[in-house]
T-cell receptor, first 111, second 110 residues
């Protein structure tokens, strides 16, 4: 167990809807990163938050947004869901952007 | 060309065999190298974390980094059926995002 918890574990949404995924970082960690993992692929970087500020963003459209709270937990929001957004969404926490530990992921299915 | 290349397999070996998993990369700025194990429908679990070229050993696992060739390896000795999983290599520039390989699907047959 890494101490990184994600909720919900599974989610089914309809195309065009909006979704919010949540992540609680490991105690003592101040950095949260989000990744999208399509079936059979490696995780792709979405964005990172370090001490409540966005610290890098991958090649994802603006409808993917996030924030980090003062307790360093984080949310990932996706608007106007598309079928291709179906994937495992992974949250990783670390201290000062170092060694990253992943949660179990949220499996999102868009129908 | 992808920044990190990893053969997706699948790779199937008998129990007790030595397994060799490899990744190549193109970005010479990468300084930190990791191997993650991912069981089906679970999050990746950090196995090995290395900084410099050379070998790092942890139990049955050995990670090897050759920066001059831009090549990293993970060796698993005395492989067990419980080692069956997808193995992901990952690397990064300091304080930046992780860049992953595609993952190699490994099956250890009893």
């Amino acid at each position: 167990e890494t101490g990184v918890t994600q909720s919900p574990t599974h989610l089914i949404k309809t195309r065009g809807q909006q979704v919010t995924l949540r992540c609680s970082s490991q105690s003592g960690h101040n950095t949260v990163s989000w990744y999208q993992q399509a079936l059979g692929q490696g995780p792709q970087f979405i964005f990172q938050y370090y001490r409540e500020e966005e610290n890098g963003r991958g090649n994802f459209p603006p409808r993917f947004s996030g924030l980090q709270f003062p307790n360093y937990s984080s949310e990932l929001n996706v608007n106007a869901l598309e079928l291709d957004d179906s994937a495992l969404y992974l949250c990783a926490s670390s201290f000062d952007r170092d060694e990253a530990f992943f949660g179990q992921g949220t499996r999102l299915t868009v129908v | 060309q992808k920044e990190v290349e990893q053969d997706p397999g699948p790779l199937s070996v008998p129990e007790g065999a030595i397994v060799s998993l490899n990744c190549t990369y193109s970005n010479s700025a990468f300084q930190y190298f990791m191997w993650y194990r991912q069981y089906s429908r679970k999050g990746p679990e950090l196995l090995m974390y290395t900084y410099s070229s050379g070998n790092k050993e942890d139990g049955r696992f050995t990670a090897q980094v050759d920066k001059s060739s831009k090549y990293i390896s993970l060796f698993i000795r005395d492989s067990q059926p419980s080692d069956s999983a997808t193995y992901l290599c990952a690397m990064r520039v300091p304080a930046q995002k992780l860049v992953f390989g595609q993952g190699t699907r490994l099956t250890i047959n009893p």
